[in-house]
């Protein structure tokens, strides 16, 4: 079992920036992959980037170069670093903890972009 708790979200401008954080109750380093992934109203949810135990990242091809995950093993924590923010980016973004089979989430913080 894994608990996730997911923070940072807000309202922000078109351009600017956010950082999401997601603490894990295990240590992130154990965890084949975590992810942030998020939901648009009417649609469903959808990766946004993931990182492995290892530190391999995968990114949602229109999102590179803006959004970086991390993690800091010390603090079981992942991270969703997000710069110049565009309305489209607004939607509820949710942790996961994905391995041997089984996947966990996290309640989802909100997220939106709006002059």
């Known amino acids: 079992q894994v608990q996730l708790v997911e923070s940072g979200g807000g309202l922000v401008q078109p351009g600017g920036s956010l950082r999401l954080s997601c603490e894990s109750s295990r240590r992130v380093f154990s965890i084949n992959t975590m992810g942030w992934y998020r939901r648009t109203p009417g649609k469903q949810r959808a990766l946004v980037a993931a990182i492995t135990g290892g530190g391999s990242t995968n990114y949602v091809d229109s999102l590179k170069g803006r959004f970086t995950i991390s993690t800091d093993n010390a603090k079981n924590m992942v991270y969703l670093q997000m710069n110049n923010l565009k309305p489209e980016d607004t939607a509820v973004y949710y942790c996961?903890?994905?391995?041997?089979?089984?996947?966990?989430w996290g309640q989802g913080t909100q997220v939106t972009v709006s002059s």
């Open positions: 996961n903890a994905a391995g041997d089979g089984l996947s966990y």
